[in-house]
């Protein structure tokens, strides 16, 4: 049990964060003891101001619990993520985080008449994954959530009052954008993008072309090697000395009593060890615990991370670990892997160490011809593409200004922006720039693994489809969705400010 603890130190630590915040994010309003030297919230003290209306700890502390259980006991991630989005404009949320956001969400319910009945209510609680199994609802998980709610402080009301809350999000998100109409054209733009068809041509402008005729002298390398001479250094090594307990294997061919025996074996070895190294702190020592435990240590020499010996390499974790592993902590925690845990000491510790100039010559070299021509290489495009755009103009065919610059035109299998073509590189960089480009026109640079290209668009063409009209429809309605969710957010906003949401300033008194 301990060793569980201390291997997920991390999610238990993130997990305890995140209710400490939303459980005092509300608190706005402190008192100093004198006595007791520690400042001390009240639930009658004021925790902040919505539209005028002030609430106390109490009630934003209840708005504050009820999003936490909807959030841990209900999944309702939706709503937890809705209200997150809503506030100012800028990105922030408003003074008084999502318990304020929830609270000007209230107010703009109570304000419009929005409110689900008790039987929406529990319908919409019954649909929650969390309270069915089997897709249907289950009594018996309903009840256990009861239970949990209860203690958070939360009686079936406040239950019934969270889903009103979401109901009412998305009928208030109705009323809002009821009368917004997404625009015919940007539809059509947008169906037409996603289901044409491209037929395009591409310019390569390849890097190692650039590279053939490039020289450069001793003293540019001596410069080069100066300016970044932080660079070139060894990479840092380690060596390590470890202890292995082994998961047993074919267990699943194994009775259930000796398989569960096995398992325990290996676990009590492991948790003696890790409780021996954990008590002895930074005296531990890896070889004694081993031998007073009995345990084989086994030796790996310096190795660089990207590089680890044979016995290593498909234990990625481990490596990772030895890595990170802090010098003050002389015998690690347990690693597990998928072959067993690792319990290991960094033995050894090969720093990075300044290489010289004759060490890495022919790098340093390698990297200026490399620079040199991505220079040429983009100076080439450019001049090409500015050439290419004024003879399409004057209205030359591609083809002759292509032969002109003594390059080549090479047809591209079609193109389609929603679906990268397999035998084509770099195809959706490809396509996505084609797709900005009009016909008969060339694009921007496109940027790939082998250098630059151009992309001369020859033609575009919706693709036949049966089910076109109800494809537009989806499209429309998609697009209607995000762009409406974008009016409600802008709206919203408008509200939380004149919310003018106050939260009191924390004040200490000394003693």
């Known amino acids: ?28 309003a402190w008192r100093y003891d004198k006595n007791a030297q520690v400042a001390q919230a009240l639930p009658t003290d ?51 985080g999502i318990v304020g956001t929830a609270l000007v969400l209230q107010q703009l319910l109570e304000d419009t008449g929005i409110r689900a009945s008790d039987a929406e209510a529990v319908e919409a609680l019954k649909k929650l994954p969390n309270m069915q199994t089997n897709g249907i609802f289950d009594p018996s998980r309903g009840q256990q959530v009861e239970e949990t709610a209860g203690m958070y402080g939360l009686s079936t009301a406040d239950l019934l009052d ?13 009323l809002v954008t009821k009368n917004y109409a997404v625009s015919r054209l940007a539809a059509e733009k947008q ?35 100066d300016e970044s001479k932080e660079t070139y250094k060894t990479v840092e090594k380690r060596a390590v000395k470890h202890v ?54 086994e030796t790996i020499a310096a190795f660089e991370q990207a590089t680890p010996p044979e016995a290593l390499k498909t234990e990625a974790a481990l490596v990772e670990a030895i890595f990170s592993q802090p010098k003050t902590q002389p015998v690690s925690d347990a ?51 500015d050439f290419i755009a ?31 073509a397999p035998n084509v590189p770099n195809s959706t960089q490809i396509a996505a720039e084609a797709a900005k480009t009009g016909i008969g026109q060339i694009s921007q640079a496109v940027d790939t693994d082998k250098g630059t290209v151009l992309v001369y668009v020859n033609a575009k063409e ?37 919310a003018r949401i106050e939260t009191p300033v924390r004040t200490e008194t000394a003693a």
Do not use: C
């Open 191 to 225: 169906y037409a993008s996603s289901q044409q068809t491209m037929k395009v041509s591409t310019i390569a402008f390849d890097t190692e072309a650039f590279k053939k005729d490039l020289k450069v002298t001793d003293e540019e390398i001596q410069k080069a090697y």
């Open 462 to 498: 919706l693709r036949k489809s049966d089910n076109a009209a109800s494809l537009r429809k989806q499209q429309a309605d998609s697009l209607a969705d995000r762009e409406g969710e974008g009016v409600f957010q802008a709206w919203f906003a408008k509200k939380v400010e004149e």
């Open 162 to 174: 969270i889903m009103r809350l979401k109901i009412g999000l998305e009928k208030l998100k109705e």
């Open 1 to 28: 049990m301990l060793e569980f603890f201390r291997r997920n130190r991390g999610a238990f630590l993130i997990i305890l964060t995140i209710v400490i915040i939303i459980t005092f994010s509300v608190s706005g």
């Open 244 to 297: 292995f307990f082994e998961t047993p294997t074919d267990l699943d061919k194994k009775p259930l009593e000796e398989r569960q025996k096995l398992q325990k074996a290996v676990s009590d070895r492991l948790n003696a060890f890790t409780e021996k190294a954990l008590a002895a702190g930074r005296e531990a020592n890896l070889e004694k615990l081993a031998a007073e435990l009995k345990e084989k240590v």
């Open 335 to 385: 690693v597990k892997t998928d072959k067993g845990w690792y319990v290991f000491t960094v033995s050894a510790i090969e720093e990075p160490k300044q290489q010289e100039l004759a060490t890495v010559k022919d790098k340093v070299k390698d990297g200026l011809i490399a620079k040199k021509a991505a220079e040429a290489r983009s100076k080439a495009v450019n001049e090409v593409r």
């Open 46 to 96: 004021h925790a902040m101001t919505v539209f005028g209306k002030d609430y106390t700890n109490a009630e934003a502390g209840q708005v504050s619990r009820s999003l936490q259980f909807a959030m841990q006991h209900l999944s309702m991630f939706d709503l937890y993520i809705g209200l997150s989005s809503l506030g100012k404009q800028d990105g922030s949320n408003s003074g008084g």
């Open 390 to 420: 004024a003879g399409l103009k004057d209205k030359k065919k591609i083809e002759d200004l292509v032969k002109e610059k003594k390059l080549t035109l090479s047809p591209v299998t079609d193109l389609d922006a929603a679906t990268p």
